[in-house]
């Protein structure tokens, strides 16, 4: 079972990109972050075109995340939405199910800039998910959190840290939070695989970071351990990055066997 995270930055604009990756990379689970449309927008006739069908929870202009999985295998949503704020409307959480499987579609805020609301929020989204990983936990089953994590985790996960020092991505309080979920017994699939040097999934659009690669690591598949159990492989599409308006997020994926 391949099962990739994958941030658009648009689903309308990227869609060519989307139908071609899906054609020939055929994933049996596709979580999609930053479709930026409302629920009625998401172009789902086109995906059903492609063999594809799914769940979506959108946002118009901003976030939104979706699961998608072949027609023939079809996913049972069982969350939408982040618990442990009532009031919190941004779209970055969704939940469902395909064959014993769980796997969350996750847009963690960005948190920039650092001494704002918008980092106040970032950690405490990041709270609420250390609550509702710990949960998920408890289920003893196989779950992958996938998404865009926007945590830096380490120093070796980012082209220069120096240049990175005062994002949102790499503060100490970001990191640490990280490490809290992680500590709970989830697996970084990535890490298991690639143990050492740079895995890079974004490169900023600006500044010929692309060309330069000089990318930074923050889409993230974490594993609990019967999910950990059945790892195979990990990687990152890295290709696809460098086609004609991409996204300046690379797929990123893991194969759990079936």
């Known amino acids: 079972m391949k099962l990739v995270t994958y941030n658009l930055n648009g689903i309308r604009a990227r869609l060519p990109r989307l139908i ?30 492609a063999g594809y069908d799914g769940h979506w929870h959108g946002q118009k202009g901003f976030n939104g995340v979706a699961v998608l999985t072949p027609q023939a295998r079809s996913a049972k949503l069982r969350r939408v939405g982040l618990p442990g704020d009532p009031d919190d409307t941004h779209s970055r959480y969704l939940e469902a199910e395909l064959d014993g499987l769980i796997v969350a579609s996750l847009y963690l805020p960005n948190g920039n800039p650092v001494g704002t609301e918008k980092f106040d929020y970032k950690l405490a989204w990041m709270e609420r998910l250390l609550e509702h990983a710990r949960g998920l936990l408890a289920e003893e089953r196989p779950v992958v959190l996938a998404g865009d994590w926007n945590v830096v985790p380490t120093d070796e996960d980012v082209f220069s840290v120096r240049a990175m020092a005062h994002d949102a991505l ?53 594993l609990s351990p019967a999910a950990a159990d059945r790892l195979l492989d990990a990687g990152v599409d890295k290709e696809y990055r460098g086609r004609e308006r991409a996204s300046d997020h690379a797929p990123t994926w893991v194969w759990l066997e079936d």
């Open 20 to 49: 071609e990756y899906l054609e020939e990379q055929k994933p049996d689970i596709l979580c999609l972050q930053e479709i930026k449309c409302a629920d009625e927008a998401f172009p789902i006739q086109d995906l059903r075109q």
């Open 170 to 222: 790499l503060q100490p309080e970001t990191r640490a939070a990280f490490r809290r979920i992680v500590h709970q017994g989830w697996t970084d699939a990535l890490r298991a695989r690639h143990p050492d040097g740079p895995v890079y999934t974004f490169w900023d659009y600006t500044a010929g970071c692309w060309q330069r690669d000089a990318g930074f690591r923050i889409d993230h598949l974490m």
